[in-house]
């Protein structure tokens, strides 16, 4: 009789993407095969994850499960996964009662990740106790233990209490990772928050860890009005500001245009508005009358306002006003002429000469017509006096 002899069945890999797996998942394996699993010559699908392909059937340690619903081989992620495993995972057909290594092939691009830890999560700050103010900086760090050695691609969120977690951009330094907050501008009592960091790395493991920083009651200033936003260069830059958290401020207010060096305000030009307090304890106001600088730009500038630190008082946060700086206007000269003589100009808003004279004029005539009538009054009664005086004496007469 003739033997036939069959084809013997082939693997082969499909295209597929980086995949990331934790301790437990399971693995769809990217391969298809021409084996029928109804063939009377029977095969299991072995696969081995290391650096190296085996050179032995016995290499082949795993088995992979086979799914006749789906037709897709799966593998199940390690229980325990101590390091990143990046090795690749070779795989074979192996015939069953065989020692015959039967097509196999290569699989790349499929990682397993270790559990992520946050190690020593803490305030970069040496002292425990230290008290920030509002709007100031809180530089945070911390170590992990995570996929591929990097927390910055591992979605670094941070949360403040109950509040939306928060991206960050972290800065690696040696095996340290650091990142800032900066605390919230109104601060009206002394108070504790918790600060959530979370990473999660590539297989979507997440981790978590708490820090605790504490905040001081701060003044808090905030905008109330300006007489106007637009201004020529060298006006002075009316604004009122409430301040509150305190009964009154300690610290000098300090001023500056984009962002340059802040300038102290002179107390002259500052004026404390208490006639717009009531007995409900509104915050305090405070007009401030700011010089605009020389050689400022034209067009929109910022304009920073705060209030210094004082003895028994933290900086207060800063407010912000945009303010547009326009060049001053200069009258145009007028040509002398013998038939038109150059006009004296006027105060801008007021009157001139000839209209001023006019009115002095006016309010003189005006007395003059008063002090006449006055007088002709007081004559005519005298007179009408007189009258009956020397009427009353002819009366009395005897004859």
């Given at each position: ?299 929109e500038n910022t304009l920073e306002v705060k209030l210094a630190q004082g003895n028994d008082q933290p900086e207060s946060n800063v407010v912000s006003q945009k ?77």
């Amino acid at each position: 009789g003739v033997t036939l002899l069959l084809p013997l069945p082939t693997l082969s890999i499909l295209e597929h993407p980086i995949s990331y797996f934790k301790h437990g998942d399971p693995v769809t394996l990217p391969v298809s095969t021409n084996w029928n699993q109804n063939d009377k010559e029977q095969y299991s699908l072995k696969f081995v994850k290391q650096q190296h392909p085996p050179s032995e059937i016995d290499g082949y340690i795993n088995e992979a499960t086979y799914d006749q619903q789906n037709h897709q081989y799966t593998i199940t992620a390690p229980n325990s996964i101590d390091s990143d495993d990046k090795n690749p995972i070779y795989i074979a057909l192996i015939k069953t009662g065989s020692d015959e290594i039967i097509s196999p092939q290569k699989i790349e691009n499929i990682f397993y990740c270790i559990e992520p830890k946050i190690l020593s999560f803490k305030d970069s700050n040496q002292n425990d106790n230290y008290q920030y103010s509002a709007e100031q900086t809180v530089s945070l760090e911390f170590e992990a233990k995570i996929f591929d050695d990097d927390a910055t691609i591992a979605q670094p969120q941070y949360q403040i209490e109950k509040d939306n977690a928060v991206d960050i951009i972290l800065e690696k330094k040696g095996s340290k990772y650091t990142f800032t907050y900066t605390t919230k501008e109104n601060i009206p009592k002394d108070e504790n928050i918790k600060i959530t960091l979370t990473l999660t790395d590539k297989a979507g493991q997440s981790v978590s860890k708490e820090v605790v920083i504490h905040l001081r009651t701060s003044p808090h200033i905030y905008l109330f009005n300006s007489d106007k936003s637009e201004y020529s260069t060298g006006d002075v830059i009316v604004l009122v500001i409430k301040f509150e958290n305190f009964d009154s401020r300690e610290g000098k207010f300090m001023y500056r245009f984009n962002k340059d060096d802040f300038k102290e305000l002179d107390d002259s030009k500052v004026t404390t508005l208490s006639k717009f307090r009531n007995i409900l304890a509104d915050p305090v106001s405070y007009q401030l009358s700011i010089p605009s600088p020389e050689n400022i730009q034209e067009g929109e500038n910022t304009l920073e306002v705060k209030l210094a630190q004082g003895n028994d008082q933290p900086e207060s946060n800063v407010v912000s006003q945009k303010i547009t700086f326009v060049k001053a206007a200069n009258p145009e000269p007028v040509d002398p002429t013998p038939e038109k003589p150059i006009p004296t100009p006027s105060p801008k808003g007021g009157l001139s000469g000839g209209q001023i004279a006019g009115i002095v004029f006016g309010v003189l005539l005006g007395i003059v017509i008063i002090v006449l009538i006055v007088y002709f009054v007081f004559c005519k009664k005298s007179q009408e006096k007189s009258s009956e005086e020397l009427e009353d004496s002819g009366s009395g007469v005897e004859v």
